[in-house]
């Protein structure tokens, strides 16, 4: 009986072990996030948001390129409606701020994705700081803007418009133009300007706008999606 028993015991032990085996060999290897992370490791996007609108730009390009994310804090207050009008007095006379970082490591990247929004007719102080403040030699830049106006809306105006269109025509060529410059003055290599609207939208429409740049973007960049398909992050409003 004694006998017996144990060669059950042993037939139990051995079934055990084949199925541990057979699940290690049918099972599927874990996810790996920190991989997924990876796919485009030479990119990097640096934003500054006053809204949320151009974070929201900002996470979905990340989501679903998997690339690296820096924020750009201002130390100046451009909260409400006086931090508004402060902005637009800011870029009016072209003046800088104090952000944070202000020199980060940008040794590993080769292509920086600026993402900012448009205070008069050009790019943030924090993100026109960053510029200044940091060499981008021999690195790819592509810009994201946000905005509530179409800031290509008055370049298509000839001479014989209205002085007020040529004015705003002129003064957003201006502006364009010397946005381009700061950029170049830093070293980096201008490839893209990519502008998403974004009066009286919902989150899912800059989000949608956002996703419509992607197969350009891919085309021009070399980054390749880390998704089957454009991930819309879940919102719905």
Request: glycine fraction near 4%.
């Amino acid at each position: 009986m004694k006998n017996i028993q144990f060669s059950k015991d042993t037939k139990l032990v051995f079934v055990k072990k084949l199925t541990v085996l057979l699940f290690c060999f049918i099972a599927p290897p874990p996810f790996s996030s920190s991989a997924a992370e990876a796919i485009n490791d030479e990119a990097l996007i640096v934003y500054y948001s006053r809204t949320g609108k151009s974070k929201t730009v900002s996470d979905v390009i990340k989501r679903n390129f998997c690339v690296d994310m820096l924020e750009i804090k201002d130390l100046k207050d451009r909260s409400g409606a006086w931090g508004f009008m402060g902005a637009a007095f800011d870029n009016m006379f072209d003046r800088y701020t104090e952000i944070e970082p202000k020199q980060p490591d940008l040794s590993e990247y080769s292509l920086v994705i600026l993402v900012s929004p448009v205070w008069n007719w050009k790019m943030s102080a924090p993100i026109r700081t960053f510029l200044k403040d940091n060499r981008l030699d021999n690195k790819k830049l592509v810009v994201f803007t946000t905005a509530n106006i179409d800031i290509k809306k008055y370049d298509k105006f000839g001479d014989d418009a209205s002085f007020i269109k040529r004015f705003l025509r002129d003064y957003l060529r201006k502006s364009s133009k010397g946005m381009q410059l700061l950029a170049k003055d830093s070293g980096a290599d201008i490839i893209r300007h990519y502008h998403v609207e974004t009066k009286n939208v919902t989150r899912k429409q800059i989000i949608e706008q956002t996703i419509r740049h992607f197969a350009d973007l891919k085309l021009n960049t070399g980054l390749n999606l880390c998704t089957s398909l454009p991930l819309h992050m879940g919102y719905n409003n």
